[in-house]
């Protein structure tokens, strides 16, 4: 029986691996900051919250590290954790840094010391495009971070990259787009569109405070995504691939599509907040996923349109909310 490691197990991603991994019949220990605290709502909702083992550590420090991977042994880390919103890295620089460039030399660090022959998986972003995401961005675009998010996603990659080529580390990076579900918490933009224009269209009076609408995005659907991270775990030689839809929509579709699912018109709801508008964004997000599916035989199956559909159902039923 394989283990794993999942790191940031609470999170959309973690939860969907853990699935994965346990169906197919890996012994999974997911770890939070701290477990004792955390409610894992997304493993309960999934149903597999007692099929592993969930432990705490600190990616941020060295040694909890170390001691995690020796107790645990595992044949493959997936390390998700990390500080996740863009948004929230212009106000956390240095907590994002943390969080995800140092928590990621760590692992790869404590690999290196232990001298085991552990995979490593590390979560990159398509925001380390950053400016030249304009043009469809493969393996070898290079990166123009345009975040402090980006910029820490960026050493980690290089880090990954660096201990592959130096120390012959199984350890690889998917540069993931954007990939959303009803586990989305509602502090990304995709997840807040969907359960406002829920409540709207139950009722709620209030309107729906957006940021720039004329950014461009690649949007999937997160269950496909995990599957990806697992395939390149299982590549002989570890190789950082782009994983995504290799179709672009505005966030004027996405709103304009989640309010047409509940039949409503978008205009009639939405207010442009400058406030929400970032000091550098990413005016358009474009990939080019040819190498994944050359490779892993893997292609994104759902498009945006069948995201926003499944996050709509999901969202009319929890409770709280009237079901059409
Ligand atoms: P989530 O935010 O849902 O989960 C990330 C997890 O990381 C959280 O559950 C949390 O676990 C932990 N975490 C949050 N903040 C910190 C911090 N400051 N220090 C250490 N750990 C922290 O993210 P996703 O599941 O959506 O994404 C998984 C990974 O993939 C992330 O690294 C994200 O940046 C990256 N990614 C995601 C994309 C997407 O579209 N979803 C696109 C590209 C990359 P706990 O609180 O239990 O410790």
Redesign the pocket.
């Known amino acids: 029986m394989k283990r794993a490691l999942i790191c ?1 197990v ?5 939860s969907y691996l853990a699935r994965l991994l346990i169906s197919k019949g890996y012994e999974v220990f997911g770890s ?2 701290d477990a004792q605290m ?1 409610g894992f709502n997304n493993l309960r909702a999934l149903g597999i919250k007692d099929e592993m083992s969930l432990l705490s550590i600190a ?1 941020t420090d060295f040694r909890n590290v170390l001691q995690a991977i020796s107790q645990v042994a595992p044949d493959e880390i997936y390390n ?5 919103s863009v948004a929230m890295s212009f106000e956390q620089p240095l ?1 994002t840094m943390e ?1 995800i460039g140092i ?1 990621t030399l760590n692992f790869l660090e404590a690999i290196r010391f232990t001298g085991a022959k552990t995979k490593f998986y590390n ?4 925001e380390c495009f950053g400016a030249a995401a304009a043009q469809p961005c493969d393996e070898g675009t290079p990166f123009r971070p345009r975040s402090p998010y980006a910029v820490a996603k960026a050493a980690a990659f290089w880090s990954v990259a660096n201990y592959r080529e130096a120390y012959g580390l199984h350890a690889c990076t998917g540069i ?5 579900s009803p586990l ?2 509602e502090r990304f933009v995709t997840r807040k569109i969907i359960s406002t224009a829920a409540r709207i269209a139950s009722g709620s009076e209030e309107k729906l405070h957006l940021g720039n609408l004329s950014i461009s995005r690649d949007w999937g659907w ?1 269950p496909e995504y995990v599957e990806a991270m697992w395939m390149m775990m299982q590549l002989d030689d570890a190789q950082d691939l782009v994983i995504a839809t290799g179709h672009t929509c505005t966030l004027e579709e996405f709103v304009s599509a989640a309010f047409a699912s509940v039949g409503l018109c978008w205009r009639d709801h939405v207010v442009t907040d400058e406030k929400l508008f970032r000091p550098t964004d990413l005016t358009e997000s474009r990939a080019n996923p040819a190498m994944a599916h050359k490779l892993l035989g893997w292609r994104a199956k759902s498009a945006m349109l069948d995201v926003v559909h499944r996050m709509m159902e999901a969202e009319l039923d929890r409770p709280g909310t009237i079901n059409h």
């Open positions: 940031g609470s999170g959309q991603d973690g939070s900051r955390e990616t998700l954790a990390g500080q996740s907590q969080s928590s979560a990159g972003s398509s993931l787009f954007n990939h959303e989305r918490p997160a």
